[in-house]
């Protein structure tokens, strides 16, 4: 007999994980251990056998799309924007669009399999 897993992958998760889904029903914690909620990173990592795999696929992808920093597009003043520079100020990636893309990365991927080697001490808060 075959069994079968039932996966909520988050696209952006507050961590990696793979946990079992939990809810509440009147009042009670409802769960199966075969339903999951998983990043990511570790959805990749089941469906391929790499545990980086979600890493691999991003890492050429600062190359093939151009991050606009700057132009009319931006809000005066963006603290997202002025975060994401201070985190590629503090990176050891050389080339600004690089360093840019990475620092998206890092903000949104810090917990997942191979963005997590990326962070200098100074970054982990």
């Keep these: 007999m075959m069994t079968?897993?039932?996966f909520l992958?988050?696209?952006?998760a507050k961590k990696s994980q793979n946990i079992k889904?939990?809810?509440?029903?009147?009042?009670?914690?409802v769960g199966h251990m075969l339903i999951r909620r998983v990043s990511m990173d570790k959805f990749y990592a089941l469906v391929t056998g790499q545990d980086?795999?979600?890493y691999q696929i991003c890492m050429p992808l600062p190359e093939v799309i151009q991050v606009e920093t700057e132009g009319e597009n931006l809000v005066p003043h963006d603290t997202v924007?002025?975060?994401?520079?201070e985190i590629a100020k503090e990176s050891s990636i050389e080339g600004t669009d690089l360093?840019?893309?990475m620092a998206i990365y890092i903000l949104g991927?810090?917990?997942y399999a191979g963005f997590n080697s990326m962070l200098t001490p100074e970054m982990v808060k």
Excluded: G, P
């Design 9 to 12: 992958v988050e696209a952006i």
């Design 4 to 6: 079968v897993h039932v």
């Design 99 to 101: 360093t840019f893309a």
């Design 109 to 111: 991927f810090s917990s």
């Design 21 to 29: 889904w939990e809810t509440s029903v009147d009042n009670q914690k």
């Design 81 to 85: 924007i002025d975060e994401l520079r």
């Design 52 to 54: 980086d795999a979600f």
